[in-house]
């Protein structure tokens, strides 16, 4: 059976989507025009908004009708995604995201980083307005965390003892904490506490999974897909699964590209790129890590299975077997 598409994904909650999207923006009521010059521009060169779609999705799920505060949440979680994205391009000194330029590089860091401020500040603010503090607690807790994971990026950058169990630690925070808050956040607003554990371990699992995936496809994909240069991971001395698992493999077996990939970890330097990518991708590591995407995504398609069963739940999965048909 084909997995539908993205856009077909969306078109179960399209109505929904078309709502919560123009939100994004038109929450935002700065009255410094740099501020909603600066939000404006990194909010248009956005992504596909899947956190806030699976906001909808979960609302959904849990009971058929348009939910003025799941769509309202929806916008509040893409604002915070942005937020993290623009202070990720600053530690980046990234000049471009998705083929457009971004806002350090456009304007400066110092503007990037207040405007990331900026957006934090007022999702929590809109969050306030809903008066449920349970709710406001997941996504406090959760931006610490995402805060957290970042830091602990950073805290390994350029480090070849970076283990698996650190690389764990890191896309917790940074990339499945938000998936998590996207998910129990709508079964807050649909007042399904008892379903927050399941719906918590549906969005750690498609977060660890989502983010495997990406890490694969730095040393397997193509520019145009990924908008951006394989090896770049490399290059910004990420300590990715790939690397992670590449380095382990090569101490014992390759000594010598053991050594050129040591050295390019610690130094960022990636003048030989394809030699790098080439010695990634004939080590066995890749395949370890697909394997590891792959049980995260199981282990997300359980959790789905204890969660009420309908076309939002459907697409949901739907959404997982997409993410891992990248691998294919």
């Not at 959404?319 to 048909?325: F, I, K, Q, R």
Request: hydrophobic share 40%; net charge negative.
């Amino acid at each position: 059976m084909t997995t539908p598409t993205y856009a077909e994904i969306l078109s179960v909650v399209a109505d929904d989507f078309a709502i919560m999207d123009k939100q994004v923006f038109g929450s935002l009521n700065s009255k410094v025009r740099l501020v909603m010059q600066v939000s404006k521009h990194v909010i248009d060169a956005g992504g596909k908004r899947m956190r806030p779609l699976i906001t909808l999705l979960t609302a959904r799920m849990l009971k058929d009708e348009q939910n003025k505060q799941a769509l309202e949440l929806g916008a509040i979680t893409e604002m915070l995604h942005t937020a993290t994205l623009v202070h990720d391009d600053v530690i980046d000194e990234s000049g471009l995201r998705r083929g457009k330029p971004t806002a350090n590089a456009t304007w400066n860091n110092a503007t990037a980083v207040l405007v990331g401020d900026y957006l934090i500040a007022r999702s929590f603010n809109l969050l306030v307005g809903f008066g449920n503090m349970p709710l406001l607690k997941v996504f406090s807790d959760g931006t610490c965390d995402i805060a957290e994971g970042e830091v602990l990026q950073l805290q390994h950058q350029y480090n070849i003892e970076t283990t698996e169990s650190d690389y764990r630690q890191i896309i917790d925070g940074k990339t499945s904490r938000l998936f998590m808050m996207a998910t129990k956040g709508a079964a807050l607003l649909q007042g399904r506490e008892d379903l927050l554990d399941v719906l918590g371990d549906f969005g750690y699992h498609f977060g660890n999974a989502f983010q495997m995936i990406d890490d694969v496809l730095d040393f397997s994909g193509d520019r145009e897909t990924m908008g951006k240069n394989l090896g770049d991971d490399l290059a910004e001395g990420k300590p990715t699964l790939p690397i992670i698992k590449t380095l382990e493999i090569l101490k014992d077996t390759n000594p010598n590209g053991y050594d050129k990939l040591r050295i390019a970890v610690q130094t960022g330097n990636i003048d030989h790129v394809d030699e790098l990518i080439k010695l990634v991708q004939s080590s066995g590591a890749l395949a370890y890590c697909k394997d590891c995407a792959l049980q995260e995504t199981r282990l997300a398609q359980q959790a789905l299975a204890n969660l009420p069963d309908n076309r939002y739940r459907q697409a949901l999965y739907q959404l997982t077997e997409l993410a891992s048909s990248r691998l294919m």
